[in-house]
């Protein structure tokens, strides 16, 4: 009989965290897996949008096309789509993954953002996600009770908690008494997830390899959650390393000599400051202004202009850190450049204009529109501003597939950087979904042996091939 495969999907660790992680000290069981069992760390590119729903859709079932963001508007459906605890993607799961052939078919997928064909999720889910009746989740409690019933995992558990809340309510008031702007929902939703989801994630993940099951894939997702509250490179944050790197050393002694381990990130992530930052307006506060009668309803806040009796039309905004969409809700399409420019001279032109604004993408048929400063940019401008993010030629490349989506809004909008940190369209200290920086920058840790070569990997969909094979392998072996 074959080895299984498992996949712990690390959220939110850039390949430049995981490095410096190593180099501190802070995960001495994943260095030992590099120095006495040959992983080595490659480094691939996610795509844009940098955003948990995008790149897992991908690694998955290898298509995540139409997810422009963690949240959107579904014109035809007149809803938001969103993920998280409260999910709205099973109202339009139908329109996706059909015909794809998912790499934890047959398999376990715990805490993920979709079912991926898999027999069971172990009652762990990062939203809502059972939305099919060929896919089956055992209640949650059939996973707790078991864990619960051991003393030691118990004790183990109140210790941790005990230790997590003091400690992150001592690095809260910290941050605040040297000026920092810890985000508060962040703040409090790290706590939850380092205690709970992610001790019981990694004792589901030991169970199914009890189990047999093969492939399992497995979410955690307290660096993210910490990294959002304190930013990606407070101490705080890179005190996580140490308890997913028990979790890496949990889960690798459990192998024995019928699986073996991946682990991956799906992005990483950025110092940001809010848009908002030094008393400034929100940003659908800023678009209003250039929408005289228009009511612009930001997803996750406000709504601006005029009542909604007296409103000659609707935009709403959907936001994943330095990103934007801009949507005019009452329309059944996107609108193409020109259309919307006629309708609306100001608005493209003026939001660019924003110093907090590193550019704007709208699209005219299938040629892709670039504003910045106020006016469009040449192809050679394109280059030139693309170029101060990444290799200017590939980030071409993901947002030409990210406008090409008929999900995307009719205004796609990147903050900028300033002072070393980009702008957040969300209350966040740290950030991902835009352009720059490690956030578009994860890895994938697996043995030298395996022959892996993620070097031409430009977005999360290109590595779905990549780990059918070597799960195929790994089964195939004698």
Not at 15 to 42: C, K, N, Q, V, W
Not at 237 to 242: E, G, T
Not at 333 to 348: F, Q
């Amino acid at each position: 009989m074959g080895r299984g495969l498992v996949v712990m999907h690390i959220d939110g660790l850039g390949a430049d965290s995981l490095e410096e992680g190593l180099r501190e000290g802070d995960m001495p069981f994943t260095r030992r897996l590099i120095d006495e069992e040959s992983y080595a760390i490659h480094r691939y590119r996610v795509g844009v949008p940098s955003t948990t729903p995008f790149a897992q859709a991908g690694i998955i079932y290898g298509d995540n096309s139409e997810i422009p963001s963690f949240r959107w508007w579904d014109r035809e459906r007149r809803l938001l789509v969103q993920f998280g605890a409260r999910s709205t993607f099973k109202k339009v799961a139908d329109k996706y993954f059909q015909g794809c052939r998912p790499l934890t078919q047959g398999g376990a997928c715990i805490a993920a953002c979709y079912p991926g064909g898999a027999k069971d999720d172990f009652g762990i889910a990062y939203q809502d996600r059972s939305y099919s009746k060929d896919e089956k989740s055992r209640s949650a409690w059939n996973v707790l009770l078991p864990y619960l019933a051991n003393p030691a995992h118990l004790g183990d558990w109140a210790w941790q908690a005990a230790m997590v809340v003091a400690r992150t309510a001592d690095e809260y008031t910290v941050s605040r008494a040297k000026g920092k702007h810890p985000a508060r929902p962040y703040v409090i939703s790290n706590a939850l997830e380092e205690i709970f989801v992610h001790h019981l994630t990694r004792y589901a993940v030991v169970q199914a390899m009890r189990e047999r099951f093969s492939p399992i894939y497995a979410g955690f997702y307290a660096f993210d959650e910490t990294g959002h509250a304190f930013g990606p490179d407070d101490k705080t944050s890179l005190s996580v390393l140490k308890h997913v790197d028990r979790s890496i050393e949990k889960i690798a002694r459990a192998r024995a000599d019928r699986y073996e381990l991946v682990v991956l990130s799906d992005h990483g992530q950025i110092e940001t400051v809010p848009f908002t930052a030094n008393h400034g307006p929100n940003f659908g506060e800023v678009v209003a202004t250039h929408l005289p009668g228009f009511r612009v309803q930001e997803m996750k806040g406000k709504a601006y202009g005029p009542p909604e009796s007296e409103a000659r039309g609707h935009v709403n905004i959907t936001s994943s850190g330095g990103l934007a969409h801009i949507y005019f809700a009452d329309e059944a399409r996107r609108l193409d450049y020109e259309e919307l420019k006629g309708r609306h001279p100001d608005l493209a032109a003026g939001i660019s204009g924003l110093d907090k604004i590193a550019l704007v993408m709208a699209r005219d048929g299938r040629r892709d529109i670039f504003l910045k400063g106020g006016s469009e940019l040449a192809h050679g401008g394109t280059s030139s501003l693309l170029a101060q993010y990444d290799d200017a030629g590939i980030l071409r490349e993901q947002l030409s597939r990210l406008n090409s989506f008929d999900n995307s809004g009719d205004l796609v909008v990147f903050g900028a950087f300033i002072d070393g940190k980009q702008v957040n369209f969300e209350n966040q200290a740290g950030g991902h979904g835009s352009i720059g920086g490690e956030q578009l920058h994860p890895f994938l840790l697996a043995k030298r042996e395996w022959a892996i070569d993620t070097g031409a990997v430009h977005g999360a969909h290109q590595l779905h091939p990549i780990l059918c094979s070597l799960r195929d392998r790994l089964a195939a072996q004698a």
